[in-house]
């Protein structure tokens, strides 16, 4: 039989929608916080026994999940291109920055090593409904990290060098799709079953900027994508109208966006994703559950995925979360 | 002969759109910060001296510009109802929360007397073709800073407010509805021929939410400010369509959305202001002049003010802004 997640992914309508978390691997457990007491982020991305028990662990404790996201980070991308990334508690830091490397450099594949191997481990134990997802970081939003060399309130280097060096940028965003369609496929060559392409940092480029540099970089990177449906997730409260037009299967919806509107302008073309406000979490059961009904509602009758739209906060009530599955799936 | 701001906010078209900066009183102009190197920002709210010479130093630099914006802050009406509001570097902070006061307390306008007094001294040493302008909080932005006690990342606090006590969270929006109209009356009573209600954290609410909670709060403000043209600002990346028919002549664009989309959206019932991005002056005056042409293009035969999408950066190049202003006019 097939997966629930995969059969609506291919664009069947399901009485209940399948439901998975962005950042479900994550802080919010304490039993994840208890790993990460023992090993730091960075073990858990070159260890691929402990990335594998992270991706397990909201699949064991919430049985109704239908997706499981591998533990990893967009970052390893640019790691692989030779940033030197580390990623502390107060966020990421590289040691290098794209514009001091070469756009032609190899692609240190080795990186992406344990990741394959976790995804091999956590499907040899995945329950047989729960479908495995892989993902990466879109170019613009390798792009901006690679030139601040850390996050920014302003993305102001990244956002200027698209103008200033606007051949450089746009070598480097064709490098950087063609590394996050590598990835993609690596995941899959290795069971994932469906990719999540994560353009984290889209809402931060004005729309002409994200129309003329970002979005033919994500083209880019979804047509080399084979062998499983791929979602597009494009953080940003202003979705151009071009993203029903992008070579994946569907697409994930952020929060700000009304789920009724998002099917009005995208479903004709893709199956939707999401898109509860990972803050309304953090309301109690009542608003939770109350703000996922209208979502599922308003998504009746067409392809949905349930979702969050932007990732857990480490401040999640499981039982608020599990109430959330349990009134989706009611 | 009446200022080109005011005739374009009673809906005539221009050749060459007036042009004002949110936050162009601000840090960005090395002669404000030789003030605040000998003067507090809290000094500056209660000395009209002060802040008629910060509203002015604008205007003395860029001799085009269209609008003087008092110099104030959105937070002056909790510190008017009490909450005792202290404006450090890091951010602004509050003595007492909304929560542990009563809604019904009554408005200290006291607090209101040095913003009025300063529109009065800038009014009288200002240029003939520039216009005054007051400003407000808009009730969502002042519930959030006065439920949370200061800035915050998620207003995961506020957000639950409204669900957890949606009785109390209606009575607080009124009053602060109310205290905001007041306010908005008391600057054009002083002067000002324009004013513009900052919802500065409306991208924080889900849709739902910002319909159902902040929008009959802002429309509640609108409708009770008489006397002059008023332009509302809601700073999110997703414009609920409702803005169309608030009761105001004139909508700030966020720079997120496209300014062509926003004409065909908003410009049969409202002037349009905006909306370069802030962030675009720090990438050269090419860039910069590029973008503005952009969008002074994209409003050609329709009333436009042109103005950023957000507030003015400290970082910004004052020739920068003096080429985009230069281009905006050409």
């Known amino acids: 039989m097939t997966q629930p997640l995969l059969r609506v992914l291919q664009g069947e309508t399901l009485d209940k929608p399948p439901v998975w978390f962005m950042r479900q ?36 404790r919430f049985p109704a999940i239908d997706g499981a996201i591998i533990f990893s980070d967009i970052l390893v991308i640019l790691d692989a291109l030779g940033c030197g990334v580390t990623i502390p508690e107060g966020g990421p830091r590289l040691a290098r920055t794209l514009d001091q490397l070469d756009p032609d450099i190899e692609l240190n594949e080795r990186i992406f090593d344990p990741v394959q191997d976790a995804i091999r481990k956590v499907k040899a134990q995945l329950p047989e409904h729960v479908t495995m997802l892989g993902f990466a970081g879109a170019p613009w939003t390798l792009l901006a990290y690679g030139l601040e060399g850390k996050g920014s309130k302003t993305w102001a280097r990244a956002k200027a060098f698209l103008h200033q060096e606007p051949a450089m940028a746009r070598k480097w965003m064709d490098r950087l799709a063609d590394a996050s369609a590598r990835l993609l496929n690596l995941h899959i060559g290795a069971g994932a079953q469906g990719v999540q392409l994560f353009d984290t940092w889209a809402g931060e480029l004005d729309p002409a900027d994200y129309r003329a ?46 789920m009724a509107e998002a099917r009005q302008r995208f479903s004709a073309s893709k199956v939707l994703q999401g898109n509860l406000d990972p803050i309304a979490l953090l309301a109690g059961k009542e608003t939770a559950t109350k703000k996922a009904r209208a979502i599922v509602d308003a998504m009746k009758g067409a392809p949905h995925i349930f979702n969050l739209g932007h990732g857990l906060v480490p401040e999640t009530d499981p039982d608020v979360l599990q109430a959330v599955i349990d009134e989706v799936k009611k």
Chains 1, 2 share one sequence.
């Open 213 to 258: 540099f970002a979005l033919p970089a994500v083209t880019r990177t979804l047509e080399q994508v084979h062998g499983a449906p791929r979602l597009f997730f494009a953080r940003s409260g202003y979705l151009p109208q071009e993203l029903a037009d992008l070579p994946c299967e569907g697409l994930a919806v952020p929060w700000q966006m009304p």
């Open 25 to 60: 691997a994550g802080r919010f457990l304490p039993e994840y916080r208890a790993i990460r007491a023992k090993a730091s982020f960075e073990d858990l991305l070159r260890d691929s026994d402990l990335a594998a028990e992270v991706t397990l662990q909201p699949i064991r």
